[in-house]
């Protein structure tokens, strides 16, 4: 918790900002002073005094992820580096697809995607677009080209043309709700003024934002405008790995069985304006996902 500390030397009042952290087992205290008076603003001071605190810690442990990470990978051989891409993109396909509401299990998607064996008596469509879905995550990985708004209806069109012809590939002019949330996306008419600031911001800090986070506010940015009909989660969950990969750290998964927590952690950022929340959730599964190159 942070709290505000008052010394008063010579007569003079003096306020500082104080939060402790343990690090290797010790308590350590962060200091930052106020002034003589408490700012009006002392709330988001309070915030930003966090996040910067926050910031240092986890930007450590992520540093330190990525490099052993690449380690690992270059020490690897081509057949067994082959592989592990292999079950990440099952994995991947089957809990983001999970996510959306398809009934393919884990071993149905594996079998689909390993071994051309369309499951029996499940939807055409969820295979289908498991499918498209694999396809579509390994050509990601392989452009050159950099994220626009072609780029992403294009993907779109390639994940949904085949199943959901109507809406693959177009930018919706209709109002939609997202089941089970309290947070209202926005109205056809401000969907592509959102998307023009999406990619000009996304344009100025692709450069200059850590990559974790950018990787994590792209993914909240996007899926909050929710410009299409269907697949906003997929096509955001598509962006953030794109860009973890192009930035060389190791790319997320978010389990099928973590759902409640991810949604809560999106939910509450939309309705607070608060992209804190998310990144904050978003960074403590990154970290923990990959605790096994922090040893």
């Known amino acids: 918790m942070v709290t505000v500390k008052k010394k008063v030397l010579k007569g003079q009042t003096y306020y500082y900002l104080e939060h402790s952290i343990r690090e290797n087992g010790k308590v350590h205290p962060r200091i930052t002073y106020l002034g003589k008076k408490i700012p009006k603003n002392i709330e988001e001071i309070k915030k930003r005094f966090l996040d910067d ?108 043309n085949k199943t959901k012809s109507d809406i693959a590939g177009k930018i919706r002019k209709y109002q939609v709700a997202i089941r089970g949330s309290k947070f209202m996306p926005p109205t056809p008419v401000e969907v592509y ?48 790995n794109f860009i973890l990969s192009k930035k060389k750290y190791p790319m997320l998964d978010i389990p099928y069985e973590k759902r409640n927590s991810y949604y809560n952690a999106l939910e509450r950022s939309q309705l607070k304006k608060e992209e804190r929340i998310f990144l904050q959730w978003f960074i403590k599964r990154y970290i923990k996902e990959y605790k096994r190159y922090l040893r």
């Open 193 to 240: 003024p959102m998307l023009t600031e999406f990619f000009k911001w996304y344009n100025k800090n692709k450069n200059k934002l850590h990559p974790i986070e950018l990787a994590a506010l792209t993914h909240l940015k996007f899926v909050t405008i929710h410009p299409f009909g269907d697949g906003n989660g997929r096509i955001s969950r598509l962006i953030m």
């Open 53 to 160: 605190i926050s910031s240092k810690t986890w930007q450590t442990d992520v540093e330190k992820i990525r490099k052993n990470y690449s380690q690992n990978q270059r020490a690897m051989p081509k057949s067994v580096k082959e592989k592990e891409l292999e079950s990440f993109t099952i994995n991947f396909t089957y809990d983001t697809q999970r996510i959306e509401g398809s009934t393919l299990t884990r071993k149905e998607t594996a079998d689909l995607l390993e071994r051309g064996i369309a499951p029996m008596n499940k939807p055409m469509r969820d295979a289908q677009e498991a499918q498209a879905h694999r396809d579509l995550f390994l050509k990601i990985l392989k452009s050159k080209k950099d994220m626009s708004l072609q780029e992403i209806t294009d993907w779109h069109w390639e994940l949904f």
